[in-house]
Every structure is written in C-alpha cells, then in structure tokens.
C-alpha cells in the first residue's frame, strides 16, 4: 500500500505544480487578452449575417441556419482584417446608412454532435514588454440555433459583414 501511495504521489504533485504555473502564466497574460474581449455587435460599427449551410456527404441539403445575432471584438485588429483579408468590398446603403460590404466563406466538417456558435479566427501577435505573445481572437462570433452534425456532414458558412462608413 506504502509503494502505491508513493507512485500515486508523483503524477499527483505534477499535475499540481503544471497546473498553478498554467494558472500563473494564464494572470501574466490577462491585460493582454483583455483588449480582445468581444462585445454584442447590436447597434456597432459592424452588422453581419451568417448563412450556414449543412449537406451530406452527396451534397443533399440538410438546413440552411441564419443568424444575425453574435459578438465582434472593438479593436483596430478587427478593421485591419476587414480591410485587408476579406477580399473586394462594395458600397452598400441599407436603411439610408452607407456601409462597405464584405464576404467570407468558409468550408469545413467538425467532429462534433452540434454546433451553437460559429466565428473568424485570427491569430495577433501582441507585445508584451520584451516578449512576443501569439493571441488568439474570434474577431467575429455568430450565435445560430443548435446545427446537429453527423461525421460525413459538410459546412458551408458565408458572412455578409457591413462596415459602417461615416
């Protein structure tokens, strides 16, 4: 019992001092992940619709799903992407406000029962005094009513994302 308790020990203080240097790191790194926090896009700079679409794996239609309700982060990382990364834009007037549009598409199957919530991704690279810390964000998040997946299912999504324009 005595040689048990002791092998026993060894994986259990491990765990222990892995996880509060995990925990230490993680508070060290909060002032910097805190600029990327998002916030409801309602009523933003910013308006987007999500399409998803989820076919088979013979391109049979399953469910188109919409949503126009969802989260963006507030940063200039957010209005880099947009301009730089989401490939041509149009002008658009909705409601007698002018917006730039733009498209993205994405294409992916997930390994997972159900889906709630769908985003874009990026990777910033932040400076942290005398490091480089690599953060990353969903500069996008759209909430979408539950997306049950089978394995051989296919996901389409396209974001139509309005930039207001002053």
Request: hydrophobic residues 45%; charged residues 20%.
């Amino acid at each position: 019992m005595g040689k048990f308790f002791k092998i026993m020990l060894i994986p259990i203080l491990t765990a222990l001092i892995a996880g509060s240097i995990h925990d230490v790191f993680a508070e060290s790194l909060e002032h910097i992940t805190d600029i990327f926090k998002a916030v409801p896009i309602k009523n933003s700079e910013y308006q987007f619709h999500l399409q998803v679409v989820l076919r088979d794996a013979d391109g049979v239609l399953i469910s188109v799903t919409e949503s126009t309700n969802g989260y963006y982060i507030p940063h200039d990382v957010t209005d880099q992407v947009f301009d730089n990364d989401f490939g041509e834009k149009e002008i658009v007037i909705v409601n007698n406000i002018k917006y730039e549009k733009a498209q993205y598409t994405q294409q992916y199957s997930l390994d997972l029962p159900y889906k709630l919530m769908f985003f874009i991704p990026i990777e910033v690279d932040v400076f942290d005094g005398s490091k480089t810390v690599i953060v990353s964000a969903y500069i996008f998040q759209a909430f979408v009513p539950l997306v049950y997946l089978e394995g051989d299912y296919v996901i389409n999504t396209q974001w139509t994302i309005h930039r207001e324009l002053n």
